[in-house]
């Protein structure tokens, strides 16, 4: 029988914005291979119902479950908020990580006052996952979410500065970060997209030096290292691992913005379409 630490660790996004977690997974487990599923012809999920994300999510999993994997990250929040206890069912034994719990444990971590500002997809905010993934940590602090749907695509376009974006992000968030004056300022600002990461520059600009801004793509790759390690399916060292990807539509596209946020080059010939 294969030995199953040799098998890939799967990563499944519905876009691009899951590559941040795959270059933290890359940095921190770099003999690990590593296949990543885009579901780019359906994006964005975010603003789709749960029902529907659910379907494609199971769909998307078992395309990489066929391919055979040792473990299934998804590395999209809206997916992990809406699928998370639907996969796990699914595909017992398989283990299966989501974002949201590490992301979760970084806010966490990085405030000092407890008041912390999550914003993410308007599915992922409507669930409520994050306020309850922080709030089982930290009882006693106080979570704003703030759904900022424009975000999506404008990382996809690779708007990540300027005015224009300053702009859009002072409209969603202006009214968090200047309460009054009685009330206690968010100090941290906890990134529940894939897609923000990119924005991270203008958000700060917006926000102020002051508030703490954090995503889970490290997290997510310590939680991942964590879980191999306990499993016996860690490959701790060896060449660097085999990356792979792979996307339902357009592979052009998924190359440039890709790169945007893999912050380094990909080529379209390194990515396969597949169909769901
Ligand atoms: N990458 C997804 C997430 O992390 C958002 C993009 C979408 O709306 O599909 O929530």
Same mark, same amino acid.
């Given at each position: 029988?294969?030995?199953?630490?040799?098998?890939?660790?799967?990563?499944?996004?519905?876009?691009?914005?899951?590559?941040?977690?795959?270059?933290?997974?890359?940095?921190?487990?770099?003999?690990?291979?590593?296949?990543?599923?885009?579901?780019?012809?359906?994006?964005?999920?975010?603003?789709?119902?749960?029902?529907?994300?659910?379907?494609?999510?199971?769909?998307?999993?078992?395309?990489?479950?066929?391919?055979?994997?040792?473990?299934?990250?998804?590395?999209?929040?809206?997916?992990?908020?809406?699928?998370?206890?639907?996969?796990?069912?699914?595909?017992?034994?398989?283990?299966? &990580? *989501?974002?949201?719990?590490?992301?979760?444990?970084? !806010? /966490?971590?990085?405030?000092?006052? @407890?008041?912390? #500002?999550? +914003?993410?997809?308007?599915?992922?905010?409507?669930?409520?996952?994050?306020?309850?993934?922080?709030?089982?940590?930290?009882?006693?602090?106080?979570?704003?979410?703030?759904?900022?749907?424009?975000?999506?695509?404008?990382?996809?376009?690779?708007?990540?500065?300027?005015?224009?974006?300053?702009?859009?992000?002072?409209?969603?968030?202006?009214?968090?970060?200047?309460?009054?004056?009685?009330?206690?300022?968010?100090?941290?600002?906890? &990134? *529940?997209?894939?897609?923000?990461?990119?924005?991270? !520059? /203008?958000?700060?600009?917006?926000? @102020?030096?002051? #508030?703490? +801004?954090?995503?889970?793509?490290?997290?997510?790759?310590?939680?991942?290292?964590?879980?191999?390690?306990?499993?016996?399916?860690?490959?701790?060292?060896?060449?660097?691992?085999?990356?792979?990807?792979?996307?339902?539509?357009?592979?052009?596209?998924?190359?440039?913005?890709?790169?945007?946020?893999?912050?380094?080059?990909?080529?379209?010939?390194?990515?396969?379409?597949?169909?769901?």
């Amino acid at each position: 029988m294969k030995d199953a630490s040799l098998l890939p660790v799967t990563l499944f996004d519905s876009g691009v914005g899951g590559l941040t977690v795959l270059k933290a997974l890359a940095a921190r487990l770099p003999a690990e291979d590593l296949l990543y599923l885009g579901d780019t012809a359906r994006l964005p999920y975010g603003t789709k119902g749960r029902d529907t994300i659910i379907r494609y999510t199971l769909r998307a999993a078992q395309k990489l479950v066929d391919n055979g994997t040792k473990m299934l990250v998804v590395a999209c929040n809206t997916a992990t908020a809406a699928a998370l206890p639907a996969l796990r069912e699914h595909f017992a034994p398989l283990p299966v &990580l *989501g974002v949201v719990d590490p992301g979760a444990r970084a !806010a /966490a971590r990085a405030s000092r006052n @407890g008041e912390i #500002v999550v +914003i993410a997809t308007e599915a992922t905010i409507t669930d409520g996952a994050y306020q309850r993934a922080i709030t089982r940590i930290r009882p006693e602090a106080h979570v704003q979410g703030r759904a900022c749907t424009l975000f999506v695509p404008m990382a996809e376009e690779g708007w990540m500065d300027g005015p224009l974006v300053e702009g859009i992000a002072r409209r969603y968030l202006e009214d968090l970060f200047t309460p009054a004056v009685t009330a206690p300022r968010p100090d941290t600002l906890l &990134l *529940g997209c894939t897609h923000f990461p990119l924005l991270h !520059a /203008a958000l700060q600009n917006v926000v @102020g030096p002051q #508030v703490r +801004i954090v995503d889970s793509a490290a997290s997510t790759a310590e939680s991942v290292g964590e879980e191999l390690a306990r499993l016996g399916l860690l490959r701790a060292d060896g060449p660097t691992g085999v990356r792979r990807f792979m996307t339902t539509d357009n592979r052009n596209r998924f190359a440039r913005t890709g790169s945007l946020f893999l912050g380094s080059p990909l080529k379209s010939a390194d990515v396969e379409i597949i169909d769901l």
